[in-house]
């Protein structure tokens, strides 16, 4: 069974602050084992189904090639391979968990998708939910780490 990790927290722990628009807002480290032989390449979603108005992505990062295990912690927005697409504050890249003062705890989902392709099929400047979409329809397997966060 596919596996998705961070060395910052651990699934359905705290999410540490570096990693949120309360702290520098920098993407985790992320690293997966026990993969498809036959997966082609990977897309990693992020979102938060407890937002006020429903699921809120905050990354989506895609084309990742089949032979990769892991992203570092900050991966930056622009210029490298794999893409990122628009997070719904509307930027590139990695947008951290922000929910709003005293909604409680919420649920930020790192989804890992293993794909059939070396890469999805999307438009220029796609959006995260596009993303996402893309990848269930593609995925022969699926990974998951939850991350917790409040203010």
């Known amino acids: 069974m596919m596996r998705l990790t961070s060395s910052a927290f651990s699934d359905r722990e705290k999410i540490p602050i570096r990693f949120t628009c309360d702290g520098a807002d920098i993407s985790p480290p992320l690293a997966w084992s026990d993969t498809p032989i036959d997966a082609r390449s990977f897309a990693i979603v992020c979102?938060?189904?407890?937002a006020p108005s429903g699921d809120w992505y905050h990354?989506?990062?895609?084309?990742?090639?089949?032979?990769?295990?892991?992203?570092?912690?900050?991966?930056?927005?622009?210029?490298?391979?794999?893409s990122q697409?628009?997070?719904?504050?509307?930027?590139?890249?990695?947008?951290?968990?922000?929910?709003p003062h005293g909604h409680g705890t919420h649920h930020y989902h790192f989804k890992l998708f293993a794909l059939n392709v070396e890469h999805l099929p999307l438009p220029a400047a796609p959006r995260c939910r596009d993303v996402g979409n893309m990848a269930r329809g593609l995925a022969i397997a699926t990974a998951d780490l939850i991350g917790i966060y409040s203010r």
């Open 59 to 82: 990354w989506a990062i895609y084309d990742i090639p089949g032979d990769m295990t892991h992203l570092p912690e900050h991966y930056p927005p622009d210029g490298h391979v794999p």
């Open 85 to 99: 697409a628009l997070n719904d504050f509307g930027k590139k890249g990695y947008g951290g968990p922000c929910p």
């Open 47 to 50: 979102v938060d189904p407890d």
